[in-house]
């Protein structure tokens, strides 16, 4: 069992169908520039009310903004790597979803500013 998954990560990893720059690029005018990521792995810190790497990517989008309007920032890009948060931010979906609550909670939280926007 232990060889079969010893060779099993020798084998090529499948190229990813989505190609990026991972190059950084300035923020344009008088912007701050804040990246949102998250973490999730389920085996090595389980918590209950995290559920899915979606969700924590959108409780680190919350928490960013959260984190924006306590430092004093007005304007902001909000940069995150997530394709299930950050384009439905940019589109608000209908829907009841656990992240939805997020999402809405994020949507509200633009308020707070005077430029906000999302960005991959």
């Known amino acids: 069992m232990y060889i079969q998954e010893a060779d099993a990560s020798t084998l090529p990893r ?20 804040a990246n949102s990521d998250a973490s999730f792995n389920n085996g090595t810190y389980p918590n209950r009310f995290v559920a899915s790497p979606e969700l924590a990517e959108a409780i680190a989008c919350e ?34 979803s656990i992240l939805s609550v997020h999402l809405e909670n994020i949507l509200r939280r633009q308020r707070d ?7 991959e």
């Not at 499948?14 to 520039?33: E, G």
């Not at 304007?75 to 589109?91: F, M, N, T």
């Not at 500013?113 to 960005?119: G, K, Y």
């Open 14 to 33: 499948p190229s990813p169908s989505i190609v990026r720059s991972d190059r950084w690029s300035p923020p344009t005018d008088d912007l701050f520039k």
């Open 63 to 96: 928490h960013t903004l959260i984190f924006l309007k306590d430092f004093g920032f007005r304007r902001a890009i909000v940069e995150g790597d997530s394709l299930s948060v950050i384009p439905k931010l940019r589109h608000p979906p209908v829907s009841r």
């Open 113 to 119: 500013f005077d430029h906000i926007s999302f960005s």
